[in-house]
Structures are given as C-alpha cells and as structure tokens.
C-alpha cells in the first residue's frame, strides 16, 4: 500500500489477490451454484410428478359391485337356508343359493381385483386397489396396440388392448374416468394393429354363434318336456279328491311378470302347500273365492293321485325328482266348498287345450330364434375378415 500525491492507493491491482476478499467471493459463487442447482433439480423433478398419471376409477362401477356383492350374498344365504330347512332338500333353491353365491363373491372379487394404473415416462404399473403389485409393463416394451368400440343395451365403451413381445394387457373406458389420457401417453408412437381388431370380431362372432346354439338347443329339449309335462290333459281316474280345514289366509298371490297364484294350507296336511297356478288359477273363479274363503272354512281339494300316494299317504315311494323339485308344493286341478265349484277338472282341461297352441308357437319361435342366431353368427365368422367391419 502507499500514497501517492496524498492520495490512498492500494498496491494490489487485483481484487482477488486480497485473501480475505477472495474467501468472500469463493464462498458466494458456490452458495450460488448450489441455489441454482437446487432450483434445477426442484424443477426436474415437478417435471417427473406432472408425468405421472394415475387412473380415476369409475367410482359408480365400485358402488355396483358393492351393492350386488352384498344383495346377492343375502338372497343366496336366504336361498340356501330356505331350500336345506326342509326334511327334503330342495334342488332348485340349493342351484339357485350357489348361483346368487357365486354372484356375490365375483363382485367382491372384482372389487379386489380392479386395476389401479401408475403410469409414469418409462412404465406403466398395475396395482390393486389396496396397492398390491400386479404387473409392470415398461413403454419401451409395446409393439402396437388396438381399440374396439362395444355397446350393450345400455352403454357404450372402449377396450384398448397394448401388446408387447410375450403379453397383452387391456384397458376398459367403463372403469376409467382419464381413460383418454392414459391411452394417448399409451399409444403414442405405436403402431395401431388392425388386423388383431379385425380378428377380434371374428372370434366375438364364432362364441356368440356357438353360445346362441347351445342354449337354443337346451332350451327347446327344456321346453319340450315342460310343455309336455305341464300341459297334459287329466282324466278323472288321475284325480283323488281330499278335504281338509283352512289354516292360512287365502290370498291371490301376484309372482313375476304378473303371474297369479292362490296358495292354500290345510290342517290335514300343514306341512304342504296346495296352489292354483298356471292354468289352474285362470281357469279357476279365483276372485270370488278368495273374497268368500276365511280360515276354518271346510274345503275339497282335487289333486293328482300318484302325488297323493307319494306325499300324502307315502304309499308309494318318492323318486329322487319329487324330493328336491317343489316337495312341499302340490298342484290343484279341483277346488270346491259346500256352496260352489270354483274349479273342475273339465274347466281346467279346456283351459289347457286353448292356452297350448300359442305356448307351442311363443316357445318353438324362441328356439328357432336363438338356433338361427347362432348360425348366423357363426356364418359371419367365416366371411372374409375385412366385411366383419
């Protein structure tokens, strides 16, 4: 340092040859860097977050697998145990309990089993919704994709399927709320594969027309033995009369789809259910019955004779058919109190002859229905791929 004409000079032309102010400017260059950098990678990695994206699930679809999952399993468990308190297990109720069983536990299943998608720049990971790790397929790996457009009665949806080397996996409009999003990040700059589509339609038309044949066939052998088993005509030698006291209030009954039965219950035989259904109920003066019955009445009863031989005097043994098949129920073709008829044997005949010709028709135009659906579906199948379109 010196002065020079009485001015203060510094010798050191160079700032940073001053220690202490070179410590000054080191440390300052690097808390800059370090902010800078910091700043950066904040940045970098919003940049990653904002490229996640991960799928909103259809929350109605959850709530419909809640729901069903929850009826069904009552009806099965109230099925099951109606069908099994019966000394005569029956049947029906038991297919019916598992089948509406079988319902619930699909649905719950389902509920498990829904994809949650994380899909982010380099992979797309599938989870369940309790975050289970179902699979991983890495973007890099998807050859080419497809999307098919389907429609039921009451919606329409998209089923977007992306292939890699030695996979395939498919998302569905209907549980996706962004499906758009993630089909776009998806399939972008892959390769949309239209023959698998084409392909596709073809094999939906081959199970819809072995499918329709199928249940066409079963149902016409089905409708065949019920048409011929609930309308045939009764003589008076299969019928045997009984009488017993009413027990239950006598009521007209209303089923499904508007069908009408009367269900009586007598003291003679308490365990037993004697209906008017069918063609017994419409050929029979039910109303007025019913307005006139009461319990304590006295009551004749018209019924078929092997059914009272088997059921009601056991004097005959049950075959495995009338133990699980409607033990409990037995049909009326005659019913009568002091003062009137309201059903005879003849009336219901006839009854049965007038309803027979339309039944046949309305069952054989059903089968004819789902026999020539089926051919038709399994015809397109076969036609050049490129007309399924």
């Known amino acids: 340092m010196c002065i020079s004409n009485g ?32 700043n950066v990678g904040n940045k ?45 297990p029956q049947i029906v109720g ?10 619930g536990a699909i649905c719950f299943y389902s509920i498990y089993n829904l994809d949650v998608l994380i899909l982010s720049s380099d992979k797309l990971e599938i989870n369940t919704i309790f975050g289970d790790q179902k699979k991983i397929i890495y973007l890099n790996e998807i050859l080419s994709f497809n999307e098919v457009e389907k429609e039921s009665k009451y919606n329409k949806w998209k089923d977007l399927t992306i292939f890699t080397s030695n996979s395939k996996f498919k998302i569905s409009s209907s549980n996706f ?19 698998l589509e084409l392909e596709w339609v073809r094999k939906s038309n081959r199970k819809f027309g072995i499918g329709f044949l199928i249940v066409g066939i079963l149902f016409s052998v089905f409708f065949y033995n019920l048409y011929r088993n609930e309308n045939k005509e009764l003589n008076t030698e299969d019928i045997t009369t009984i009488k017993g006291k009413i027990i239950n209030d006598v009521e007209i009954e209303k089923g499904t789809k508007g069908k009408r039965s ?36 006295l009551i004749s009863l018209d019924i078929e004779t092997e059914i009272y031989l088997k059921k009601l005097t056991e004097e ?65 199948s076969k036609t050049p791929v490129a007309n399924n379109v």
Request: hydrophobic share 40%.
């Open 177 to 195: 709320e962004n499906y758009d999003s993630l089909k776009n990040k998806l399939t972008s700059g892959k390769r949309r594969n239209l023959e």
């Open 7 to 38: 001015l203060f000079s510094p010798t050191w032309k160079n700032p940073a040859d001053f220690p202490m102010l070179r410590e000054c400017l080191q440390l300052s260059v690097t808390n800059h860097a370090t902010a800078h950098t910091r």
């Open 262 to 297: 009367i269900e009586i219950r007598i003291e003679e035989h308490p365990e037993f259910i004697f209906t008017l259904s069918g063609n017994s109920y419409y050929a029979s003066n039910s109303k007025n019955y019913v307005s006139k019955a009461k319990k304590g009445d």
């Open 94 to 103: 038991i297919i019916f309990g598992l089948i509406f069983g079988l319902i």
């Open 44 to 88: 970098l990695k919003k940049g990653v977050k904002q490229e996640r994206i991960k799928s909103k699930l259809n929350y109605k679809n959850i709530i419909i697998l809640i729901i069903g999952g929850i009826v069904a399993s009552i009806v099965s468990y109230n099925l099951t145990n109606n069908a099994l308190s019966n000394d005569n």
């Open 316 to 380: 005959k043994e049950l075959e495995l058919w009338d133990k699980i098949i409607n033990y409990d129920i037995i049909p009326v073709y005659g019913l009568k109190d002091n003062n009137y008829k309201y059903l005879t044997l003849e009336k219901y005949n006839n009854k049965r002859k007038e309803d027979a010709s339309w039944t046949w028709w309305f069952l054989t135009l059903i089968c004819v229905s789902l026999i020539g659906g089926g051919i038709w579906f399994l015809w397109r």
